[in-house]
C-alpha cells in the first residue's frame, strides 16, 4: 500500500529501536535490564523517541493500543506471548533469514519487564474508549468545470493497477497491472484504445523514459509488504523505428521491493545517476547508484533504514551540485535532506518529523507563494496499518519555505485516506492548483473523496470539487501530462481493487472488482 502499496501496502508501525542480543546476556535473566524508577509516561517517550516523534495515548482508541499496536510495540522490545518468539513474525524462507538476520525482534527483552508493564499501563490508562472520526463541515462540490471524464476502452479485472504514465508526445497512456499470474505493461492510443501489451514476471511501479529507452521499476515478488531482494531496473529499447519495446533487460538487481526512483547526475560527470527507494518492509534502504557507464552501477547506501517511498534529485542550495530530498514513511517518519558534498558524499539533515501513525505518502517541491524558493506539499493518508480508521490529520499539507530550506507548515486541507496530491497550474491562471486523490476516503458520508480537485484562490485559499464519477474505481496511482497536445494539464487515474474497502456497505467494492475500470482520464478542456 504503503503508499505503495506509493502501494496496497500494509504497513507495520516501528514503534521503537531494539538493541542487538549479545552472546554475554543471551538466555541469562541476571544480565537483563534493570528495572527503572522511570513512570510509565517516562519510559515511553524515552523508548519511543529514540526512533520517531513520541506517540501520545489520546491519538489510538483504547482497542488498538491493545490489541494491535502494544503487542506489536512489545515485539520490537522483545516481550512476546508466551515468552518465545512466534515463527510467524517473520514469514518464510529468505524473508525468515533476512529479518532474523536484521534482529528485528530481539530473542531476549530490551527492557525490564516491569518497566513494559508500565508503559503498557500508561497507554491503556490514558487512551480514550473511542475517536470521533473526522466529519465534513461543508460538502464537496460535484462537477469539474475544465475537465472532462474518460474511461479507457480496455481494464484488466479486477483492476490492480500500480503504475499509470502519461506518455510524453502526445502518445497516449502506459500503466502496469499487478497480477499475480503475470504482470502486464499496457500500452493505450490517445484514444484509450488498447494498443499492445507487455508481459513480465514481476510487477512494474515506476516508469521512466529517455530517448528510445525505457526504465522499470520492478517491485519484486509483489507489491504486498516484504522483505525479498527481488526488485530490479529493467531496461528495454527501440530499435530501427519501431514503435514498441525490445526484450527487457535487468541492469540492477537484488532490490528489496523497490516503489520509486529517481534520475540524475549526482557526480556531474555526464552519466545519470539513480537514487532507489527500497521501501522493503521491516528492512530496506534508501540508495544512490553511481552510473559507471555501459550498464553498470555501484550502489551506495544513504540511508539503511525501510520506508522510503518519494525521491526528489535537485540542486536545493545552489552550489551546483544535485542534492536529494526523500520522504521515509516507516517508524521514523519524515523529510530529509541529503546535501550533496561532493566526491560522492552526501549530509543528511532532516526537514520534517511526522508520527509513525501518519501513513505518509508523498511529497513535490513547488514554489506556492511565488517567492522564487521551492515550498513543499506533504501528503499523509495511509490507512492500511493496525489502526485504520479515519483520521483528522490525513491529508494535503503545505509546509513554506523561508529561503533557507527550512519549512513551517502554512496549510493544511483534511482528506481521509489521501494517498497523492500533484501541485500544477490546471486552469492556466498563473498559481498552483491541486490534483488529489484517496485510497481510503469516507466511503459512507463522503465517497467523492476519491479524487479532490483544489483550485487556487490566492493566498493559500483553496475550493475543493469532485465530480459524480469519482466513486466509479479506487484510485491508487495519479499522473499529469498534456496527452492530447492542447497545452494544459491532463490527469491520468488508475485503480486498485484487490479487495472490497472494509467496512464497506456503499457496494462500491463489489461493482469496481465486477467492471472497474483500469485507468480513467481528466481531460482538462481549459484549451
Known amino acids: ?50 526512533c520517531h516523534l513520541f506517540v501520545e495515548p489520546s491519538t489510538l482508541p483504547r482497542s488498538s493500543w491493545r490489541d494491535d499496536v502494544l503487542p506489536s510495540m512489545g515485539h520490537r522490545l522483545g516481550f512476546y506471548k508466551g515468552d518465545h518468539q512466534p515463527d510467524s513474525l517473520f514469514g518464510r524462507g529468505e524473508n525468515e533469514r533476512i529479518i532474523r538476520n536484521a534482529n528485528v525482534y530481539p530473542e531476549s527483552p530490551a527492557m525490564a519487564k516491569e518497566d513494559w508493564a508500565k508503559i503498557v499501563a500508561y497507554y491503556l490508562e490514558n487512551a480514550p474508549d473511542t475517536i470521533l472520526p473526522p466529519r465534513r463541515s461543508k460538502k464537496i462540490t460535484m462537477g469539474l468545470r475544465h475537465f472532462a471524464y474518460k474511461e479507457a476502452s480496455y481494464a484488466n479485472r479486477p483492476a ?26 499496457t500500452f493505450l492510443t490517445p484514444e484509450l484504445e488498447k494498443s499492445y501489451d507487455l508481459g513480465f514476471g514481476t510487477t512494474p511501479v515506476s516508469f521512466y523514459e529517455k530517448a528510445d529507452t525505457l526504465y522499470l521499476t520492478m517491485a519484486g515478488v509483489g507489491v504486498f509488504p516484504n522483505d525479498l531482494p527481488g526488485g530490479s531496473l529493467q531496461k528495454l529499447s527501440k530499435s530501427g523505428g519501431s514503435e514498441s519495446y525490445n526484450a527487457a533487460t535487468q541492469v540492477i538487481g537484488g532490490m528489496q521491493r523497490p516503489v520509486q526512483m529517481a534520475y540524475g547526475d549526482l557526480n556531474n560527470n555526464g552519466l545519470e545517476d539513480i537514487v532507489a527507494c527500497e521501501y522493503g518492509d521491516l528492512t530496506g534502504s534508501l540508495v544512490w547508484f553511481e552510473n559507471k557507464g555501459r550498464n553498470r552501477y555501484f550502489k551506495k547506501i544513504l540511508r539503511a533504514k525501510p520506508g522510503a517511498i518519494t525521491s526528489i534529485i535537485k540542486d536545493v ?3 551546483g551540485l544535485q542534492d536529494i530530498v526523500v520522504l521515509m514513511a516507516q517508524g521514523d517518519e519524515g523529510v530529509f535532506l541529503y546535501t550533496n558534498k561532493g566526491n560522492g558524499s552526501f549530509a543528511e539533515k532532516k526537514l520534517l518529523s511526522f508520527s509513525p501513525l501518519n501513513g505518509s505518502l508523498y511529497i513535490e517541491l513547488a514554489d506556492f507563494n511565488n517567492d522564487g524558493f521551492d515550498d513543499l506539499i506533504y501528503v499523509s493518508g495511509d490507512n492500511a496499518d493496525r489502526t485504520p480508521f479515519l483520521k483528522s490529520y490525513h491529508g494535503i499539507y503545505i509546509f513554506q519555505n523561508d529561503g533557507n530550506f527550512n519549512f513551517a507548515q502554512s496549510w493544511f486541507y483534511q482528506l481521509n485516506g489521501a494517498y497523492k496530491a500533484i501541485p500544477r497550474d490546471y486552469d492556466l491562471d498563473g498559481d498552483l492548483d491541486i490534483a488529489a486523490i484517496s485510497y481510503f476516503p469516507d466511503y459512507v458520508q463522503s465517497p467523492e473523496e476519491s479524487f479532490v480537485y483544489l483550485e487556487n484562490k490566492g493566498d ?66 481549459i484549451r
Open 1 to 50: 500500500m504503503k503508499q505503495f502499496l506509493s502501494t496496497v501496502v500494509a504497513i507495520v508501525i516501528l514503534f521503537s529501536c531494539t538493541g542487538r542480543k549479545t552472546s554475554e546476556t543471551a538466555g541469562a535473566p541476571d544480565l537483563l535490564p534493570a528495572r527503572s524508577n522511570l513512570s510509565g509516561k517516562e519510559l515511553a517517550a524515552t523508548h519511543c523517541a529514540r
Open 460 to 525: 493559500l485559499t483553496f475550493q475543493d470539487y469532485s465530480f459524480p464519477e469519482a466513486t466509479n474505481g479506487r484510485w491508487f496511482v495519479m499522473d499529469t501530462g498534456d496527452m492530447d497536445g492542447d497545452g494544459d494539464i491532463d490527469l491520468a487515474l488508475g485503480s486498485f481493487v484487490y479487495f472490497e474497502p472494509m467496512g464497506d456497505t456503499t457496494g462500491l467494492g463489489k461493482k469496481w472488482l465486477k467492471d472497474g475500470p483500469s485507468v480513467v482520464v481528466l481531460e482538462n478542456t
Open 160 to 185: 490492480m493497477t500500480t503504475m499509470v504514465k502519461i506518455l510524453s508526445d502526445h502518445r497516449g497512456i502506459a500503466y502496469s497491472d499487478g497480477k499475480r499470474e503475470q504482470s502486464v505493461l
Open 317 to 319: 542550495n545552489g552550489d
